[in-house]
């Protein structure tokens, strides 16, 4: 079947689910490319900021923070610079710049469960109307029902069910994935914010 026939037999309804199938896919890549940037190796990043807070240098090392990409600099940078708070001043103000940063993460991301929920009732959407069709051609008609006409109603229910379900399943499995990364994310962050807090509490680090 040809894709304008498809999009004529479909209707208004095989319209809502291609566009929205375009634009979960447009978020998609967008939180990608963004949660890809976030991630860095923050075992050999945090282990380069202790050697530089070892040394007592304290501008390099926010420095380095402010440069660095991603969260978890963000979260070493956010205790660097409450080091001479309470312990637990300077976990409040942690927990606080990682909810911060765990919002911006999952920014948009509703987009794309929203998507995957609300395809596959769009396409029942289309199914129903189509069998209303349907049975609007069988009465209409009787007893000398064209077949192109029945042709015609049911393929139109046919391709949103199915476009529903094409859309969803792949909007289903990009969401899930989304949230691993942001959940590898979120550990990194939360391991670092221990370690850096554990060693500023530890060691006595004033500026150089």
């Known amino acids: 079947m040809e894709i304008g026939m498809m999009f004529q037999q479909g209707g208004p309804v095989l319209w809502i689910i291609v566009l929205s199938g375009l634009f979960a896919l447009a978020v998609f890549i967008e939180r990608g490319l963004h949660l890809h940037r976030a991630r860095i190796r923050s075992d ?26 991603g969260p978890v600099a963000y979260i070493v940078k956010t205790a660097i610079l409450h080091r001479d708070d309470q312990r637990e001043a300077v976990m409040q103000a ?13 920014r948009r991301l509703v987009v794309v469960a929203t998507v995957a929920q609300m395809t596959p009732l769009l396409g029942l959407l289309g199914t129903v109307m189509g069998m209303m069709k349907f049975l609007f051609v069988l009465k209409t008609q009787a007893p000398m029902v064209q077949s192109a006409d029945v042709w015609t109603a049911l393929m139109g229910a046919l391709v949103t069910t199915v476009a529903g379900l094409m859309v969803a399943i792949p909007c289903y499995a990009a969401f899930n994935l989304l949230v691993i990364k942001i959940d590898r994310i979120v550990l990194d962050m939360h391991r670092s914010g221990s370690e850096i807090i554990a060693f500023l509490k530890e060691v006595n680090v004033t500026s150089a």
Do not use: Q, Y
């Open 94 to 106: 942690v927990d606080e710049a990682s909810s911060a940063e765990i919002s911006r993460m999952e």
């Open 44 to 69: 050999d990043f945090l282990k380069g900021i202790l050697n530089i807070l070892k040394r007592r240098n304290i501008k390099e090392a926010l420095m380095i923070c402010e440069e660095t990409p």
